[in-house]
């Protein structure tokens, strides 16, 4: 499987919304709804944002949100806070009960 | 609250083997399904491989099948890893996850241990 593919790296002004996308192919992305996205401080393990696409797991703040066209997803978080400042990873079912997570996305918050 | 904590990280050289644990806490072990992924340093996210609940199914990624060997013990409340003919590669850390395979993601992490491979 290959890895989805994300920008290495976003930045943002405090107050303001960024948009990280993710894009995959018709064998993971584009086939199932399956997305989730992943925060990681550094030093820390991942953090689960998203799953299913859209969804938010109970206590992630509803800055964070998710979409998805085609075989690409994105993750737009608004109201750009400092705690944001981290490295995220977007992931998809691929299939074959394997999954695919992207190179990840370093957002620094200026 | 769910707590995993990994060990068994170590170093090792070119071909040898590890075994890495996991101790799972604060959630029924027996009803999750369980996942190893991995983080080379300063990379990606690796899935690797996962298990059922009863240990009816193995599922492994291309990249570890055949050398690695995923397997629990519900009565311990513990995952393992085994991992043989290590390559340079397969340097990285290693997290114990608890996966939601029909929501396609990973809620809860450790946090991870450490395997290198060198030489």
């Known amino acids: 499987q290959s890895a989805l593919t994300q920008p290495a790296s976003v930045s943002g002004s405090p107050g303001q919304s960024i948009t990280i996308s993710c894009t995959g192919s018709?064998?993971?992305?584009?086939?199932?709804?399956?997305v989730s996205w992943y925060l990681q401080h550094p030093g820390k393990a991942p953090k689960l944002m998203i799953f299913?696409?859209?969804k938010r797991p109970s206590g992630v703040s509803n800055r964070f949100s998710g979409s998805q066209s085609g075989n690409t997803a994105s993750l737009t978080i608004s109201g750009l806070q400092a705690e944001d400042e981290a490295d995220y990873f977007c992931?998809?079912?691929?299939?074959?009960?394997?999954?695919?997570f992207g190179g990840g996305t370093k957002l620094t918050v200026l | 609250q769910v707590q995993l904590v990994e060990s068994g990280g170590d170093l090792v050289k070119p071909g040898g083997s590890v075994r890495l644990s996991c101790a799972a806490s604060g959630f029924n072990f027996n009803d999750y399904y369980m996942s190893w992924i991995r983080q080379p340093p300063g990379k990606g996210l690796e899935w690797l491989t996962y298990?059922?609940?009863?240990?009816?199914?193995?599922f492994y990624s291309d990249s570890v099948k055949g050398r690695f060997t995923i397997s629990r013990d519900n009565a311990k409340n513990s995952l393992y890893l085994e991992m043989n003919n290590l390559r340079v590669d397969d340097t990285a850390l290693y997290y114990c996850?608890?996966?939601?395979?029909?929501?396609?993601?990973?809620?809860?992490w450790g946090q991870g241990t450490l395997v290198t491979v060198s030489s």
């Open positions: 298990i059922t609940p009863t240990s009816s199914t193995m």
């Open positions: 299913e696409v859209t």
């Open positions: 996850v608890t996966t939601r395979p029909y929501n396609g993601d990973f809620d809860h």
């Open positions: 992931c998809s079912y691929a299939g074959r009960d394997s999954w695919v």
């Open positions: 018709s064998n993971d992305i584009g086939n199932y709804k399956l």
